[in-house]
């Protein structure tokens, strides 16, 4: 059972265009947070949302959980090729518990 | 550079043979995890350290995986008559827990195996 959907998996666009990436899940989570992971090296956290609907903004990203702590989403505005990553999604079962679950992840591209 | 380091960044191995991978983490973290990753997969937890206690264990950590943290700072994990499947990228990952609350886990480079 994946409990975490990522979509879409991959996504190629050229620089300059905007882009939303998806987290869904059919849990309620206290937190969720975001990733990105370049080629050959391991994940470098983002963000980190824990209130339902909240919005949080880092330069271009723009990060929103959902209103019941079910999903998430991630908007880049006026993309460049240094976006370029895998974009990965994870939760905690609650806020004592240790251990990361991850999404499967979305390939971005972003070509100049 | 204080962030986690891994050693080594790539291992071949021929299938049946035995590996071992080193993880430092950040200096005075407690906590000390380690992940598996396959292509087009996120990573996995395996297993978990407080300073030198392994607290839990997946159930993708069959009993030819063992990790190690005996002074509680740097990790090793070995892999036993490896196989195939066993091909993945090993992240190991670092955290500084104190109390109950978010807290943020720094990821090393990864160990990428490969098992022919």
């Known amino acids: 059972t994946q409990l975490l959907e990522q979509s879409p998996q991959f996504l190629s666009i050229q620089e300059g265009e905007n882009l939303t990436v998806y987290c869904n899940s059919s849990?309620?989570?206290?937190?969720l947070q975001w990733y990105r992971q370049e080629p050959g090296e391991g994940p470098v956290l983002l963000v980190t949302v824990v209130t339902g609907g909240e919005v949080k903004k880092l330069k271009r990203l723009t990060f929103q959980f959902g209103d019941a702590r079910k999903d998430s989403s991630l908007h880049i505005t006026a993309a460049q090729p240094g976006d370029t990553g895998l974009y990965l999604c994870a939760f905690r079962l609650n806020s004592g518990y240790s251990t990361l679950t991850f999404g499967k992840g979305t390939m971005l591209l972003v070509s100049p | 550079d204080t962030g986690v380091s891994q050693d080594p960044r790539h291992k071949i191995t021929k299938r049946g043979q035995n590996v071992t991978f080193r993880c430092d983490p950040i200096s005075e973290h407690n906590r000390l995890y380690w992940y598996r990753q396959t292509l087009g997969q996120g990573p996995e937890f395996l297993t978990y350290?407080?300073?030198?206690?392994?607290?839990?264990k997946s159930r993708l950590l069959s009993d030819r995986f063992s990790a190690e943290r005996p002074k509680g700072s740097f990790s090793t994990l070995e892999i036993q008559r490896t196989e195939q499947g066993d091909s993945a990228m090993y992240l190991c990952?670092?955290?500084?827990?104190?109390?109950?609350?978010?807290?943020?886990?720094?990821f090393g480079p990864g160990t990428r195996l490969t098992v022919l």
């Open positions: 990952a670092s955290s500084l827990q104190s109390g109950l609350g978010t807290y943020t886990q720094y």
């Open positions: 350290f407080q300073n030198e206690a392994q607290l839990e």
């Open positions: 849990s309620v989570f206290s937190s």
